[in-house]
Each structure stands twice: as structure tokens, then as C-alpha cells.
């Protein structure tokens, strides 16, 4: 019984302060970092609209595995199993849910409009801890990034060592 306290202690707590999570939904083959709030005991996450954050293999009903990590290092501090539950727009766990998630959302495009856009065209999804926290892993468990058209990776400007030497000398 204290280990499960202490389990559920240390889930929240790491969700709560950390703005970001692993989450792998069931048959998914990588997991992936998804921005969140922890609310009511529960993470709840929102997605797969334009503009928002995809939320692959996470299906009503559903499993997935977080990994919460460390806000300050960015280490993984625990993993565990979840239980995905989709909120009906409207309703009232729903509209607690989006009034944690807006004050969260960064670069929103449409302001005061986001919660009636989200109502229209994202899902709004609450993953409920369902197990004890896992053991650290031996390995690394490094993964490469999930392929995405956004690149920032091209050749450095001729110009740039000498900016950066003029900058040094200063």
C-alpha cells in the first residue's frame, strides 16, 4: 500500500511540474512529446487538429505508457501505464479540462476563439495513471526523431566564422 502512495505521489508531482511527457499509445512504435496539464488527477492532452499536436495510437478506451521527466535535468524520472479516456465537448469535465489546457496553450492563432475551435475540430484527451511507476531502465532507450518536413539543419553561412570571431574580440 505505501508503495503504491508512493507511486501515485510521485507521478503527480513529476506531471505537475514538468511541461512535457513521452506518450506511447498502444501498437504505436515510438513514443512521442506531447505538451499537457495535469488535472484532477489525470494528464489531459489535446490534439489532432490543425494547428495542434498529433495524438497518434490513443483511442477511447485505450492504454499508453507516460514517462514524466525531470523539468530541471530532463532526465527520465518515471514511466507508467495509463488509461485513455476522450472527453465529450461540453461537458463539464471537458470544459475544466480546456480551461487548464488554454491557460497552457503557447501561440495559440485565435486567442478567445481556441476552446470553440477545439470543441469543433481536436480531441480532448484524459489519460488516467493505471498502474505502479516501471523501474529505470539499464540502456538509453534513445530513439531517432520522428520524421517531420521541419528541418533547421542546412550548410553555415560563409560569412558566420568570421561574425562569430569579430564577436569574440569584443
Excluded: Y
Excluded at 512535457?20 to 504505436?28: E, P, Y
Excluded at 480551461?99 to 469543433?120: F, I, S, T, V, Y
Excluded at 530513439?143 to 569584443?170: C, D, I, N, Q
Amino acid at each position: 500500500m505505501t508503495s503504491e502512495l508512493l507511486d501515485r505521489a510521485l507521478i503527480e508531482e513529476a506531471s505537475k511540474k514538468s511541461g512535457l511527457i513521452w506518450v506511447r499509445g498502444a501498437g504505436a512504435p515510438a513514443a512521442r512529446a506531447l505538451w499537457h496539464v495535469w488535472h484532477e488527477g489525470a494528464v489531459c492532452v489535446i490534439g489532432d487538429g490543425p494547428g495542434e499536436q498529433p495524438l497518434p495510437a490513443l483511442v477511447d478506451g485505450g492504454s499508453a505508457e507516460l514517462t514524466v521527466r525531470s523539468k530541471d535535468k530532463g532526465g527520465r524520472l518515471a514511466t507508467f501505464p495509463a488509461t485513455v479516456s476522450e472527453l465529450a465537448p461540453g461537458s463539464e469535465e471537458w470544459e475544466a479540462a480546456v480551461a487548464e489546457l488554454k491557460g497552457k496553450r503557447l501561440n495559440a492563432p485565435d486567442g478567445e476563439e481556441m476552446p470553440g475551435r477545439w470543441a469543433r475540430e481536436c480531441r480532448v484527451l484524459r489519460l488516467v495513471p493505471s498502474g505502479l511507476v516501471a523501474p529505470l531502465p539499464d540502456g538509453s532507450l534513445a530513439e531517432r526523431p520522428v520524421p517531420s518536413p521541419a528541418t533547421t539543419r542546412m550548410p553555415m553561412p560563409a560569412g558566420l566564422p568570421k561574425l562569430l570571431a569579430r564577436r569574440r574580440k569584443k
